[in-house]
């Protein structure tokens, strides 16, 4: 009965983020993914390769309505691909479920970077989503979505544009902490993560460009007495060198969860 509680608020949560966006993979070739992600009715090819993910521009939408779209999409791929949270309770220790993580799923930061004269202001975000796909008490794997993105509101338009920025730096920070002892952490390869004994972090730079996103899964800690917390740290550094605004900022996404 606890199980079936659990998937029907599952369910629910699935068509409460479903609304005003949808998707459904097309493609996949040689470590390329391909998506059609339709926000309002209109679809949007987004491609993803070797976990980076590509949005093309949008004339006419409103572009940070597109970019948490394609957020709130990989946020639910990883929910979906995890399963319903674990109940509360005790457990052996070879049985998928355990007891039950506190704290939010994702984290989402905005703020004003700079105005512009006669044209508006631009914004900046940082997002990130973290998802437990598996977790034997002592041995946690969890995959997530970061972005970094960054739009102008005109003065004269009710929608937002994109911005592009010379330079736009994503950075994630995955922390884990043991009940007691130490953290081994493995990231699988091709994904951008390096480890080290209690983080895994990746770090990518675009150019030239409104948006950064990173799509990873299977990042596994363990530790002999069990995983207490976990954090996914984003940060989104950004760079505008044009129209005579040398400016650069940084915006952060911070997510922690822990055992009840």
């Known amino acids: 009965m606890r199980q079936k509680i659990v998937w029907f608020m599952a369910l629910l949560l699935v068509g409460a983020m479903l609304q005003g966006v949808s998707a459904t993979s097309y493609g996949k070739q040689g470590g390329v993914h391909t998506y059609t992600v339709s926000v309002n009715g209109q679809k949007i090819p987004v491609t993803v390769r070797n976990?980076?993910?590509?949005?093309?521009?949008?004339?006419?939408?409103?572009r940070k309505e597109?970019?948490?779209?394609?957020n709130r999409y990989f946020s639910l791929r990883h929910q979906l691909a995890s399963g319903p949270v674990a109940f509360?309770?005790?457990v052996s220790a070879n049985s998928e479920t355990a007891s039950q993580?506190?704290?939010?799923?994702?984290?989402?930061?905005?703020?004003?970077?700079f105005s512009i004269p006669h044209q508006g202001d631009v914004y900046i975000s940082a997002y990130a989503s973290l998802s437990i796909e598996k977790d034997e008490f002592s041995s946690v794997t969890v995959g997530g979505y970061s972005s970094a993105a960054c739009w102008i509101q005109p003065y004269d338009y009710w929608w937002s544009q994109d911005y592009p920025a010379e330079e736009i730096t994503l950075?994630?920070?995955?922390?884990?902490?043991?009940?007691?002892?130490?953290?081994y952490i493995s990231a699988?390869?091709?994904?951008?993560?390096?480890?080290?004994?209690s983080s895994a972090d990746y770090s990518g730079t675009v150019y030239n460009t409104d948006y950064a996103g990173i799509d990873f899964d299977n990042i596994e800690a363990t530790a002999t007495l069990g995983i207490w917390k976990i954090g996914d740290s984003t940060s989104g550094s950004f760079y505008f060198g044009a129209a005579g605004y040398y400016t650069y900022y940084i915006e952060n996404a911070n997510i922690l969860k822990s055992r009840e």
């Open 101 to 113: 993580w506190s704290g939010p799923d994702s984290d989402y930061e905005q703020r004003k970077a």
């Open 171 to 183: 950075g994630v920070g995955l922390t884990f902490v043991a009940l007691s002892g130490s953290v």
């Open 188 to 197: 699988p390869p091709g994904v951008g993560f390096t480890t080290t004994s």
């Open 51 to 62: 976990g980076m993910v590509h949005i093309p521009n949008t004339p006419g939408m409103d």
């Open 88 to 90: 509360k309770g005790t």
């Open 66 to 70: 597109v970019f948490m779209a394609v």
